[in-house]
């Protein structure tokens, strides 16, 4: 509970700091534990993923990458092996652009993006609890 409440300070902060006209980027180190928060939380399910299945990297700048793995036995967040083939989609950007994408703060194509990014759309769009 503490670690969302660190990433919607963050956010908020943010938001605070657009209306002001001088928004900064989230601290390094709270965004890229951000990142990782979203994608094992928020974004991790074991609800049947519903549209094709597909693999979806996710690297930030800073160094840290993560594998999402969308099939019928949900969505699975594993941090990513350096020798893994690529996925079938990779988002790359500093772990507070993919925080601030995440939360709706940035669009997509904001982010370096490679392959098909049409899973990463469809999961943005998906509420498994409906």
């Known amino acids: 509970m503490a670690r969302h409440q660190i990433q919607e300070i963050a956010v908020h902060t943010y938001d605070v700091q657009l ?10 180190d ?9 994608l094992t939380t928020v974004a ?8 094709k299945p597909a693999t979806i ?12 793995t969308l099939n019928a036995d949900g969505v699975r967040c594993d941090d990513l092996a350096a020798d893994a083939e690529p996925g079938d989609m990779a988002m790359r950007g500093t772990a507070s652009e993919l925080v601030l994408y995440f939360y709706e703060r940035l669009p997509l194509d904001g982010l370096e993006t490679t392959g098909d ?5 469809q999961l943005a769009d998906w509420d498994p609890n409906a």
């Open 57 to 68: 990297d996710l690297h930030t700048t800073e160094g840290r990458s993560w594998r999402l």
């Open 19 to 28: 209306t002001q006209g001088a928004a900064q980027p989230l601290p390094t």
């Open 117 to 121: 990014t049409k899973p990463m759309e």
């Open 30 to 38: 709270v965004a890229v534990e951000g990142v990782d928060e979203f």
């Open 44 to 51: 991790a399910t074991t609800v049947p993923w519903p549209f």
